[in-house]
T-cell receptor, first 116, second 112 residues
Framework: DTEVTQTPKHLVMGMTNKKSLKCEQHMGHRAMYWYKQKAKKPPELMFVYSYEKLSINESVPSRFSPECPNSSLLNLHLHALQPEDSALYLC???????????????FGEGSRLTVL | TQLLEQSPQFLSIQEGENLTVYCNSSSVFSSLQWYRQEPGEGPVLLVTVVTGGEVKKLKRLTFQFGDARKDSSLHITAAQPGDTGLYLCAGVPSTGANNLFFGTGTRLTVIP
């Protein structure tokens, strides 16, 4: 069982909707990540939070808005998405930030998003 | 530009066969991981290698990190249907970038 929990597992939304993806970890990890994965492709980094501060934003459109309320929680707020944003959104955590660390990420099971 | 190239991209073999997956780059990595991902699930960490030339074994899986820390291989002995999945190598660049770069992936199917 993964120790990173993502909800919801599946989400269908229209292009005018506002929704949120949620992620929680209780391993005491200090870095959390959002990745986007399209079918048959490797995960692509979207955002990195290190010690609850946004440290990396990989030029993600503003219709995706991350939030880290505390060290255990990570949200991804979605607004005015496009059909091409349909993908598996993966949350991950690591003990520390990647730089200087081993790069070991613990992933959640993902949230499958479909934008109609 | 893809930092980590995996080969082969697809592999379909019979149960009991051996296989090797390669992960190559022109960049140096401070550490390299291998993950396995099943459909609809997140990647699961299999192993981390940090020292050039390091070899790690996990039951029937053998992982090797190249001497120059630019490449890695995964060898599976006597493959089982349960080994089916997407295998991803991933590395943290030695430049200190706060990102884990994933390889292009190898989709393995083991036929019973």
């Amino acid at each position: 069982d993964t120790e990173v929990t993502q909800t919801p597992k599946h989400l269908v939304m229209g292009m005018t909707n506002k929704k949120s993806l949620k992620c929680e970890q209780h391993m005491g990890h200090r870095a959390m990540y959002w990745y986007k994965q399209k079918a048959k492709k490797p995960p692509e980094l979207m955002f990195v939070y290190s010690y609850e501060k946004l440290s990396i934003n990989e030029s993600v459109p503003s219709r995706f808005s991350p939030e880290c309320p505390n060290s255990s929680l990570l949200n991804l707020h979605l607004h005015a998405l496009q059909p091409e944003d349909s993908a598996l959104y993966l949350c991950a955590s690591s003990q520390e930030g990647l730089a200087g660390g081993t790069g070991e990420l613990f992933f959640g099971e993902g949230s499958r998003l479909t934008v109609l | 530009t893809q930092l980590l190239e995996q080969s082969p991209q697809f592999l379909s073999i019979q149960e009991g066969e051996n296989l090797t997956v390669y992960c190559n780059s022109s960049s140096v990595f401070s550490s390299l991981q291998w993950y396995r991902q099943e459909p609809g699930e997140g990647p699961v960490l299999l192993v981390t290698v940090v020292t050039g030339g390091e070899v790690k074994k996990l039951k029937r899986l053998t992982f090797q990190f190249g001497d120059a820390r630019k490449d890695s291989s995964l060898h599976i002995t006597a493959a089982q249907p349960g080994d089916t999945g997407l295998y991803l190598c991933a590395g943290v660049p030695s430049t200190g970038a706060n990102n884990l770069f994933f390889g292009t992936g190898t989709r393995l199917t083991v036929i019973p």
